[in-house]
Nanobody
Framework: VQLQACGGGLVQAGGSLRLSCAASGRTVSEYAMGWFRQAPGKEREAVAAIRWSSNSPYYGDSAKGRFTIALDSAKNTVYLQMNSLKPEDTAVYYC????????????????WGQGTLVTVSS
């Protein structure tokens, strides 16, 4: 499975960004897809995740009410719409794929994209 993430950038607090992650590989539809982030000096944390099979979203505490994860099956792409961004959302955002029994645990994911930097200015 190959993952290509894009969409990061610099945005002011209160603004929005949409991240995209294009997935390729024969078995990608069997996996969960997750967005994780890592800020300098901090551990990688779950932002949101979703399964191709159920299309049910899961969110980390920091994302609830502000971020939305969505799949486009025709494009094999997972999106993360981020609204009401805060400076503390500044991090490198990674998309990942894995069988993920614990869907919000980064340790459950086998395949990772290269990361895209999101910077939120105050």
């Amino acid at each position: 499975v190959q993952l290509q993430a894009c969409g990061g950038g610099l945005v002011q607090a209160g603004g929005s960004l949409r991240l995209s992650c294009a997935a390729s590989g024969r078995t990608v539809s069997e996996y969960a897809m997750g967005w994780f982030r890592q800020a300098p000096g901090k551990e990688r944390e779950a932002v949101a995740a979703i399964r191709w099979s159920s299309n049910s979203p899961y969110y980390g505490d920091s994302a609830k009410g502000r971020f939305t994860i969505a799949l486009d099956s025709a494009k094999n792409t997972v999106y993360l719409q981020m609204n009401s961004l805060k400076p503390e959302d500044t991090a490198v955002y990674y998309c990942a794929a894995g069988r993920a029994d614990q869907i919000l645990s980064p340790r459950e994911y086998d395949y990772w994209g290269q990361g895209t930097l999101v910077t939120v200015s105050s």
